[in-house]
Structure formats: C-alpha cells, structure tokens
C-alpha cells in the first residue's frame, strides 16, 4: 500500500516564476493538506482540500492557490515566486470522515528553492 | 488561536543516556496534541497523540509523553536512547472542536544521539 507521494522532490525556480506541486495521498484517503517547512522551522499549514473545495486556509498570500482532482490528488500551485518560498513543502493526507482525532499521513516533501 | 512551544532546538545526549524533550502549548479551547519525528530528507510520521483519557501515552520505539493540562506542557521522554533516534522532533496540538484537523507546529527539537 503505497504512502503519500510527492512530485517533484527537488525544484529550482528563479524568483517571479511560477510552480505546480503535486502529491497523491495514501489510497483510501480523501482529504489533502499543505504545508510550508522553512529551514529550521516546524510545518506551518497553507490550505486543506476535501470533495474538491478549499476548506481552510492559513495566513497565506493569495500567491498560494491548489486544487483537488476528482481522484483525491491535488496540486499547490505559486505565483510569483520570492526568495522567501524557499521552503519544503509537505502533504499530508487523511481518511473517510476522518476528523481531529484522525491520524494525518505526511508524503517526502518538494524541495523549492528559488533564487 | 493556538501556538506551541519548543524551548530547546537541540539537545545532545549519549547513547543509552534518557531524554526529555519539552512542549508547552498555548490555547483558548481544548486541544490535542501530538508528537511527530522527522527522519533527515524525511517527512513527518506520527509518533504519540494524546486524545483523551489516561495522561501518559506510549509509542511502540518506547518514548512516552504525559499531558500535563494545569502546566499545558507535554514532554516526551526515553529512558535510554539510541543513535537510530537521532531525528528532528516536532510538537503539534489541534483544536478539539475545529474543522478540520489542521495541524500547529513548534519549532522542533534536533535530538542528537552520540556514541
């Protein structure tokens, strides 16, 4: 039983330019969340994707956008990069009617730098 | 609003030496909290949460965390570690009645494990 997977693993961008990261979550589940790690940092949470739709979001720009397939895949997508996007990303997935309690499912990350 | 605390960024230790690595967290409304490791070029995975009931919960690789509510902490210990433990470890709560289960991080603590 594959585990959340991520693609790409590393990226280099240069700052203005756009990136698409995807991740596939753990079969069986439905429920998709972004997060951001800086260097030295703990994950911080960008957005939430269930049934398709944006159910949360964190103190993120709109530069921040994603997008949930009708197969529970999702992409996060950034505009414009800056320096400071400069960060893992990380995806973590989650079951059926899952809720606070349930257990979240973290992939390897995608590496962005941007120089 | 909810944040977390990791006072120690590192903490060196020798091997079969125990450990505590502390959490405090602060919160308006009931939590849950978690334990996460990160293993170098890693994601997350899961290695305690409390939920409810007794305070002190266990993982099978022996760390074990007591929430303490009147303290809002919750530290993780070893009595004797190993170099395999050597990882970055991360505390995060959750908020009992959120939408979803969007998780908040510390800082992380590097446990560094010498021979």
């Known amino acids: 039983d594959a585990g959340v997977t991520q693609s790409p693993t590393h990226l280099i961008k240069t700052r203005g330019q756009q990136v698409t990261l995807r991740c596939s979550p753990k079969s069986g589940h439905d429920t998709v969340s972004w997060y951001q790690q800086a260097l030295g940092q703990g994950p911080q949470f960008i957005f939430q994707y269930y049934e398709e739709e944006e159910r949360q979001r964190g103190n993120f720009p709109d530069r921040f956008s994603g997008h949930q397939f009708p197969n529970y895949s999702s992409e996060l997508n950034v505009n414009a990069l800056l320096l400071g996007d400069s960060a893992l990303y990380l995806c973590a997935s989650r079951g059926l009617a899952g809720g606070p309690t349930d257990t979240q499912y973290f992939g390897p990350g995608t590496r962005l730098t941007v120089l | 609003a909810q944040s977390v605390t990791q006072l120690d960024s590192q903490v060196p230790v020798f091997e079969e030496a125990p450990v505590e690595l502390r959490c405090n967290y602060s919160s308006s409304v009931s939590v849950y909290l978690f334990w996460y490791v990160q293993y170098p070029n890693q994601g997350l995975q899961l290695l305690l949460k409390y939920l409810s009931g007794s305070t002190l919960v266990e993982s099978i690789n022996g760390f074990e965390a007591e929430f303490n509510k009147s303290q809002t902490s919750f530290h993780l210990r070893k009595p004797s570690v190993h170099i395999s433990d050597t990882a970055e470890y991360f505390c995060?709560?959750?908020?009992?009645?959120?939408?979803?289960?969007?998780?908040?991080f510390g800082t992380g603590t590097l446990l560094a494990v010498q021979p």
């Open positions: 995060a709560v959750t908020p009992v009645n959120g939408a979803t289960n969007k998780l908040i």
